[in-house]
C-alpha cells in the first residue's frame, strides 16, 4: 500500500535551518510529483510547493519562496524539504503529498511533521 | 491568489443525518475543487476530487457538488467515524494551490 513518511521536525530557532525527508513506498516514486503542505495550528492548510516527478520544475508558495527548497532522490524513493531563514510563522506540521496526475489533487498523504520555530 | 472560504466553521449533527459543508473560491475554479478529510493524528484522505469525483474507496455516502464559486460536500448519513475535520483545495490553474480555513463536524 501507499505510505509516506516525513521526518526531520523538531524544535528550531529563528534564522535557522532544517531539512525535512519524506520517504515513499508502494508506488512507483520516479512517476508522480509530490507536494508540501503545512497546516499552523488553528489554521487550514497552506501549500508549500511541489516538485515534478522527474525533478524538472519546482513551484513555491510566496511565502516561503527564496527561504525553501524541495528536491528529490527518486533512486532513494525521497522527497526533500529544506527550509532556511525560519520564521516563527513557520512553526507548523509539515506533509508530504503525493499528486494524483500532476493535476495537484494530493491523493496520498504522510502524518506529518512538525517543525517548531521558537527562541 | 484565490481565497477559498468554508462554512460553517463548527457543523454540530446527529449520526444517521445529513450533513451539508460548504465552500466558495474568491473567483470561479470551473470544476477544479477537492474535498478532504482530517482526523486528530492522522494524514489527510482525499474524499472528492473535480468537484464531484470520488476517490479510491470513499464511500457512496460522500458526495461533491457545485461548479465555479460555489461547491459543496454531502455526507447522508453521518458514521461514527465521519466526525473529522473537511477541508477544500482549489486547484484552477494551478500553482499555487489554496485550501479553505476547515469545517470541524462534531456529533450533536
Known amino acids: 500500500q501507499v505510505q509516506l513518511v516525513e521526518s526531520g521536525g523538531g524544535v528550531v530557532q529563528p534564522g535557522r535551518s532544517l531539512r525535512l525527508s519524506c520517504v515513499a513506498s508502494?508506488?512507483?516514486?520516479?512517476?508522480?510529483?509530490m507536494h508540501w503542505v503545512r497546516r499552523a495550528p488553528g489554521k487550514g492548510p497552506e501549500w508549500v510547493g511541489v516538485?515534478?516527478?522527474?525533478?524538472?520544475?519546482?513551484y513555491y508558495g510566496d511565502s516561503v519562496k527564496g527561504r525553501f527548497t524541495i528536491s528529490r532522490d527518486n533512486s532513494k524513493n525521497t522527497v526533500y524539504l529544506q527550509m532556511n531563514s525560519l520564521r516563527a510563522e513557520d512553526t507548523a506540521f509539515y506533509y508530504c503529498?503525493?499528486?494524483?496526475?500532476?493535476?495537484?489533487?494530493?491523493?496520498?498523504w504522510g502524518q506529518g511533521t512538525l517543525v517548531t520555530v521558537s527562541s | 491568489e484565490i481565497v477559498v472560504t468554508q462554512s460553517p466553521a463548527t457543523l454540530y449533527v446527529s449520526p444517521g443525518e445529513r450533513a451539508t459543508l460548504s465552500c466558495r473560491a474568491s473567483?470561479?475554479?470551473?470544476?477544479?475543487l477537492a474535498w478532504y478529510q482530517q482526523k486528530p493524528g492522522q494524514a489527510p484522505r482525499l474524499l472528492i476530487y473535480a468537484a464531484s469525483t470520488r476517490a479510491t474507496g470513499i464511500p457512496a455516502r460522500f458526495s461533491g457538488s457545485g461548479s465555479g464559486t460555489e461547491f459543496t460536500l454531502t455526507i447522508s448519513s453521518l458514521q461514527s467515524e465521519d466526525f473529522a475535520v473537511y477541508y477544500c483545495?482549489?486547484?484552477?490553474?494551478?500553482?499555487?494551490?489554496?485550501f479553505g480555513q476547515g469545517t470541524r463536524l462534531e456529533i450533536k
Open positions: 516538485i515534478w516527478a522527474d525533478g524538472s520544475n519546482k
Open positions: 483545495q482549489q486547484y484552477n490553474n494551478w500553482p499555487p494551490i489554496t
Open positions: 473567483q470561479s475554479v470551473s470544476s477544479d
Open positions: 503529498a503525493r499528486d494524483r496526475w500532476n493535476s495537484a489533487e494530493l491523493d496520498y
Open positions: 508502494g508506488f512507483p516514486f520516479r512517476g508522480y510529483a
